[in-house]
Nanobody
């Protein structure tokens, strides 16, 4: 599975962005997908994850109520809708995939097999 993240950019605090992660490969529909972020000088942080069916989603407490994750298995794409952005959301956001036959998605980055290149999100105050 190859992943390509897009949709990042510069936005003012309170604004919104939608990140996309396009996947190639026939196994996408059987992959759990996750979004992670890494700010300068900080460790990679879990943001959101979604099971292969979309039936199970997981959102980090730090973004709960502001971010939502969804997927379109026809378009082989997973989305991260980010609303009410804050300066502390500034980071490089990366998507990840792992084949998963159960309706579950990991929140630990070490459990993911495939990674995209990341897209920069900058939130100005």
């Amino acid at each position: 599975v190859q992943l390509q993240a897009s949709g990042g950019g510069l936005v003012q605090a309170g604004g919104s962005l939608r990140l996309s992660c396009a996947a190639s490969g026939r196994t996408f529909s059987r992959c759990a997908m996750g979004w992670f972020r890494q700010a300068p000088g900080k460790e990679r942080e879990f943001v959101a994850a979604i099971s292969w069916s979309g039936g199970s989603t997981y959102i980090a407490d730090s973004v709960k109520g502001r971010f939502t994750i969804s997927r379109d298995n026809v378009k082989n794409t997973v989305y991260l809708q980010m609303n009410s952005l804050k300066p502390e959301d500034t980071a490089v956001y990366s998507c990840a995939a792992v084949p998963m036959f159960s309706d579950y998605a990991p929140i630990e980055s070490s459990e993911y097999d495939y990674w995209g290149q990341g897209t920069q999100v900058t939130v100005s105050s």
